[in-house]
Structures are given as structure tokens and as C-alpha cells.
């Protein structure tokens, strides 16, 4: 005797039509609901499996197969997410100031200017960060990728090839940050970059990173204490609340030439390779790119001393020497700074730090 629960679909073996069973009675007896809505007592052994209205065994096949392939598939991309996340070195020698970075980094750490490259996000707080990255394409943008990073993590966002430099060299990354308990509040990161692209054909461009362990262009988008730099004003407003009389200021400051090199907070990287400063060098004697180098060294220097940053370094390259005695010849004329040479493990022994005094 078949056997029947509550929403089967059934046919009366000895009348014509059928309905729906709504209710169990007993071993022997169910309640069968018809199309005009009463509902009649019927015996089990006068009603039959309507199998019109019953999934097919093929069928029944098909939605298992079907199943097991989307939870296969569920897993393999959950799988392929994991593959792309990793933990940063945090301990290493030589590690970067905590904060978020981009990093292009090569394949071929043997063969840093040919193969492919890995973009990365770079999570050096410890905080949780939700991000966007988005890449600038002609007068539109493109989110190529989103999602969550823990704390002291990166993320290989895309695996690109030389040809495709062009396209990443131009976005901006967004965050937002978040702890579970923290005595501070992080603002969102709000980071455009633009990198030149000859950069990347240069071996000393890419530099040892400790956080990652692997020679890398890194992009410095914010140390994390130019993130948590508000943060006072925030908990006051916090606590006395918006309609306080506490004294208003000025929380944004106007853009300066030097922000666009900056590295941290008062600090900035200012590189002063001819081909990092015009994109054609055609024509030029090596007196007019001399020229155009201690040029910008004095824009920029100036730009940061009235920017009260702190610490500018100057990459001048090897060389002769020339550039580099100009350079401190020139800083001579400026009593509020003094100079060093800048870190050998990071820039070699091309490059100076310029310290700004406070002008105070």
C-alpha cells in the first residue's frame, strides 16, 4: 500500500478527478481536498500517486547533479579566494611604517623586468579593511576589485602581464576600517595613484619590501598614522557634540606639489630621474636636464617647507655625483633644514634625506 503525507497530489482510482491530501486520519484513511475546495475522507487503498504533477526520476537526477556541481563550484571559488589572500611579514627586518601600500610585484624575482606581475593590496594595520580598487579608463572608472582584508594581510587583486601596465597605473583605492575594540577611529582612505610606466623597466625601481619579503614598485596610499591624524577632533566632537562652542578648524588643507610625493604624515619620496620628470628627453643636452632636476629639487623642497612636512627624501641616482653635491650645495641656502644620507637598504646610496626643522 503506497504511502502518503500532507500536500501529495493523488487520483481516486474509482471516480474521475482527484486532489490534493490535507490531512492523515489514520493507517487507512486520509482527507483529500478536490478542485471545487471540499474535502472528503477517502480510503488509501481508492486513491493512486497523481505523477503528472511528481518530479521524474531523470529529473530527480538532474536537480542532484546540478546541485552537487553549484555547491563544487561554491567551494573551488572559495578556494581561489583563499589562494589569493596571505599573511604580511610582520616581524621582518627593515618592515615598512604600518599602513596600506600597493605593491606591483614580479614573478621572476631573478628577472625583475620581464614576466608577469602581481598587483597586491597591502593591509599593514591592525585593523579589518573593506576596499574597492578602481582603475581610471579614459573619462570613466572601472572597480576591478572589492572586497574585505584582515589585519597585517594583502591581497593579489590581478595577475597582469608588461602589456597591460598602462591600464594599472592610474585608479584609486578606497577603505574603510574597522576593529572590534579600539581606542581610536581610523578615517576612510580616499587614495588616488599614477604611476609612470618606464618605472617599471628600471631594476632600481623595485626594492626589497619586508613586509612581503620580495622585490616590489611599492605606492605608499597612507601610513596609518595620517589616517588616525583627525582623531582628536573626532572624540572631542564626540563628546561635547556637534553644537559645542569648542573653536572650528580647518580640517582640510589645500593640496601642495609636494602631497603628490608624500609617504606618511609630513613625510615624502621625491625621485629626481630625468625620465621620472619629462616624458621625452629628445633633444635635451645634459645641461637642460640638470637644470630641469635642481629645479623641481627647489619646487619641491620649497612646496614642503611651506606644507610643514618634516622629511623629504631625494632619490638623485648614482651618477657622478654631480646632481647630488649640487644638491647639498644648494641646501646651504636653507637655514631650517639639515641633510643625511637616506636609507641604504631601501634607496641604496642614491638618495638624501632632507630634515625640516620647525621653522618656530
Request: aromatic fraction near 8%; charge should be negative.
Amino acid at each position: 500500500m503506497a504511502e502518503f503525507k500532507i500536500g501529495d497530489r493523488v487520483n481516486f482510482l474509482n471516480n474521475v478527478g482527484g486532489g490534493k491530501v490535507t490531512k492523515i486520519i489514520d493507517s487507512r484513511m486520509v482527507m483529500v481536498e478536490v478542485e471545487d475546495g471540499f474535502e472528503i475522507p477517502t480510503l488509501i487503498s481508492e486513491i493512486v500517486p497523481d505523477f503528472r504533477n511528481q518530479p521524474s526520476r531523470q529529473q530527480q537526477i538532474v536537480d542532484t547533479v546540478q546541485k552537487e556541481i553549484k555547491e563544487k563550484e561554491i567551494v573551488q571559488q572559495q578556494q581561489q579566494e583563499d589562494a589569493r589572500h596571505g599573511a604580511l611579514r610582520r616581524f621582518a627586518k627593515e618592515a615598512e611604517k604600518e599602513g596600506v601600500y600597493l605593491a606591483f610585484v614580479p614573478h621572476e624575482q631573478q628577472w625583475l623586468l620581464t614576466g608577469p606581475i602581481d598587483v597586491m593590496l597591502v593591509n599593514h594595520t591592525p585593523f579589518e579593511m573593506l576596499y574597492t580598487f578602481t582603475i581610471k579608463e579614459e573619462d570613466k572608472f572601472v572597480n576591478v576589485d572589492y572586497g574585505q582584508l584582515e589585519k597585517y594581510e594583502k591581497v593579489v587583486v590581478e595577475t597582469i602581464s608588461r602589456e597591460d601596465l598602462d591600464y594599472w597605473c592610474n585608479g584609486i583605492v578606497q577603505a574603510i576600517f574597522t576593529k572590534d575594540t579600539s581606542d581610536m577611529v581610523l578615517m576612510p582612505l580616499n587614495a588616488p595613484f599614477s604611476l609612470r610606466t618606464n618605472r617599471f623597466f628600471k631594476e632600481g625601481s623595485y626594492l626589497m619590501s619586508g613586509v612581503l619579503g620580495e622585490k616590489a614598485v611599492t605606492v605608499c596610499l597612507s601610513e596609518l598614522v595620517a589616517l588616525k591624524s583627525v582623531d582628536a577632533d573626532l572624540m572631542k566632537i564626540a563628546k561635547e557634540g556637534v553644537g559645542s562652542q569648542a573653536p572650528k578648524k580647518d580640517l582640510v588643507k589645500q593640496e601642495s606639489p609636494i602631497d603628490k610625493h608624500k609617504t606618511g604624515q609630513g613625510e615624502a619620496t621625491v625621485d629626481l630621474h630625468i625620465a621620472e620628470l619629462v616624458d621625452n628627453i629628445a633633444g635635451l643636452s645634459s645641461h637642460d636636464m640638470f637644470k630641469i632636476q635642481m629645479d623641481y629639487f627647489r619646487k619641491m623642497l620649497d612646496s614642503a617647507i611651506a606644507a610643514d612636512y618634516t622629511k623629504v627624501t631625494f632619490i638623485h641616482g648614482v651618477g657622478n655625483g654631480v646632481l647630488k653635491n649640487a644638491i647639498i650645495e644648494e641646501l646651504k641656502k636653507y637655514k631650517n633644514t639639515e641633510n643625511r644620507m637616506a636609507s641604504i637598504a631601501k634607496f641604496g646610496v642614491g638618495a638624501i634625506d632632507v630634515v625640516i626643522k620647525d621653522r618656530s
